[in-house]
């Protein structure tokens, strides 16, 4: 009570919603209050600012006051989804709905961890790959998806799923809609090539329509086994040429750079900021000194690491290979600093964000975030290049990098040494002097006396036994040179 109005003190507890279906928070069970309660802190460690925290409260609130039921008994699909309808209808403002609905996602997510409920399989939309295919193409597509799923763990299955309908049915969408498919021998090289050409003049690159014959292959290999009559000479095509592309690494001083703006965060004086600071620091160093995927931060575990040793083991990465990975000083510290500040996570990932592992997009983000503030382009990617490019220009022997990079053809890891081997780098340029020395003496030799660095480059070449002609005719007349001086010197006397 207050004693200027001796009523009770305003708060969210004596709050009556507007609606009498909705139950205010003083008559909740107490179960839910704790429920409540525990909510709150989660948020907190999430690093939600206040205005947040507000927003996702209230719709907190609303929820359980409206379903009026024990937290356990709540079904996170339909009970939430008749949340998410009263929403839609007793609020007026877009942006106060967009709010809520984001604390009702909130809410199903912290339901679903607390009573450890399976998370929902995202829906694929079928739909939209399929319906333009004849029936009998589209069951043969399903079935070559259910194979490729067995090969894929859980949490890249609906990634990869749309991955490869995306690339797999654009040609079999075009050929069906130019063409009569009967049956799956009617996929022939001509219709192929009706189709590169369209492409092709649409301005598509080769990697891309490379990727799609790629994915059409497959599938019909996949045919082939099951006894389907495929056209063979289908199989037999070739990709496009896409010539040689070379790794592109970042500079130093742009490295230099971004560093900076990330100590920046990891030193902010706000909470969240710092947390994302530090934690970016760490998989920056990781991917900068070790040359690790996006996808091996992602679902690195705590029991992967051994900061004691410096190494890391990398399970089932890229191609289902596992290796040993080492690591710097540097990253070994950031890793212990963030792990400090860690927090408690229902999960075992070493990087999570908000109580979950990392999104597919958040390392590309927050690295965009930083390079726009730099005024730079750099993706996660070409710090892995660049560690491949350090190590080379350090003098690392070629097989070591391809053991820390994860290649399994040396071809791969030569891409990087073709383009940035700092010692093939020094040899060049060295051998250039020389060359270009050896030319202005043949230049000036009608000019008088050679000079003192000429005589030094003719005795690097008298050394190496490699005179030419013209370096004949100089040492000539250098011998006539040192005669005339020499007469000189005896007038003199």
Not at 2 to 10: A, H, L, V, Y
Not at 233 to 256: N, T, W
Not at 319 to 342: F, H, P, Q
């Amino acid at each position: 009570m207050t004693r200027s109005t001796g009523q009770r003190k305003f708060g969210y507890r004596s709050i009556r919603h507007q609606d009498t279906a909705v139950k205010p928070f003083g008559e909740w069970l107490p179960v839910n209050r704790s429920f409540y309660e525990s909510f709150r802190h989660w948020l907190q460690d999430a690093g939600y600012s206040q205005s947040t925290l507000g927003i996702y409260r209230a719709a907190f609130r609303m929820a359980l006051g409206l379903l009026d039921k024990p937290y356990w008994e709540i079904d996170p699909q339909a009970d939430l989804d008749r949340v998410r309808e009263y929403i839609a209808t007793h609020y007026d403002s877009p942006s106060t709905r967009e709010c809520y609905l984001k604390g009702i996602a909130k809410l199903e997510e912290y339901l679903r961890e607390r009573c450890r409920y399976p998370k929902p399989e995202k829906p694929i939309n079928w739909g939209y790959y399929l319906d333009p295919l004849p029936d009998w193409l589209a069951e043969d597509v399903r079935a070559y998806i259910a194979h490729l799923r067995r090969r894929w763990s859980p949490e890249a299955q609906y990634r990869a799923t749309c991955t490869c309908l995306s690339h797999g049915t654009l040609f079999l969408r075009w050929a069906a809609k130019n063409a009569d498919l009967n049956d799956i021998g009617d996929l022939t090289p001509n219709l192929w090539f009706d189709y590169l050409d369209a492409r092709l003049a649409e301005g598509i690159k080769p990697v891309t329509l490379n990727s799609h014959l790629s994915a059409l292959h497959g599938l019909l290999f996949f045919l082939a086994e099951q006894g389907r009559p495929v056209c063979q000479r289908m199989l037999r095509v070739q990709s496009l040429s896409e010539g040689s592309r070379l790794p592109r690494d970042v500079p130093v001083d742009q490295v230099q750079a971004l560093t900076c703006e990330i100590e920046k965060d990891a030193a902010s004086n706000h909470a969240g900021i710092r947390r994302m600071g530090v934690m970016d620091r760490a998989w920056f160093l990781l991917m900068l000194h070790s040359g690790l995927r996006t996808k091996e931060i992602r679902f690195m575990l705590r029991c992967d690491l051994d900061l004691e040793g410096r190494r890391l083991h990398i399970e089932q990465s890229k191609g289902l290979k596992d290796r040993i990975v080492c690591l710097s000083g540097a990253a070994v510290d950031a890793l212990r600093t963030y792990l400090e500040i860690r927090g408690p996570a229902p999960t075992d990932h070493v990087f999570t964000f908000r109580h979950r592992p990392l999104t597919v997009t958040y390392c590309y983000g927050r690295l965009r975030t930083y390079s726009r503030r730099c005024g730079l382009h750099v993706t996660p990617h070409q710090l892995r290049h660049t560690a491949a490019t350090l190590l080379l220009n350090a003098g690392a022997p070629i097989l070591t990098v391809q053991t820390v990079l994860g290649h399994k053809h040396i071809d791969t890891t030569l891409g990087y040494a073709r383009l940035y081997d700092g010692t093939v780098a020094a040899d060049y340029y060295r051998a250039m002097d020389q060359v270009e020395a050896r030319m202005v003496l043949a230049q000036d030799t009608n000019d008088g006396p050679p000079t003192g660095g000429q005589l030094l480059a003719l005795v690097d070449a008298l050394h190496d036994g490699t005179l030419n002609e013209d370096q004949r005719e100089t040492v000539h007349a250098l011998r006539l040179g040192i005669l005339a001086l020499a007469e000189q010197d005896v007038e003199a006397d």
